[in-house]
């Protein structure tokens, strides 16, 4: 069995991405990643028949949260 492992990079600010492989809800966050992460890789790997196994947005909370009291602005990481 062969593959490819496509390494370019997240999708994060390209909406029809996050919509068609992010989980429910995952559109309504906003993206803290660079303004480059539109995953044109993703979308030119997809074209020429790439296959998208494996493929979603994560999140993950980044802090700064006061861990006693639970105060203080959570900041989320979206990643594709």
């Known amino acids: 069995r062969r593959g490819v492992v496509i390494a ?12 068609n492989f992010g989980r429910p809800g995952t559109e309504r966050i906003v993206p803290i990643t660079g303004p480059g992460s539109l995953g044109e890789g993703l979308v030119m790997a997809m074209k020429l028949g790439a296959g998208s196994a494996y493929l979603g947005c994560g999140v993950a909370p980044t802090g700064p949260v006061e861990p006693t009291a639970a105060e203080g602005n959570l900041t989320c990481y979206a990643g594709g």
């Open 8 to 19: 370019s990079g997240g999708f994060t600010r390209n909406a029809e991405l996050v919509r």
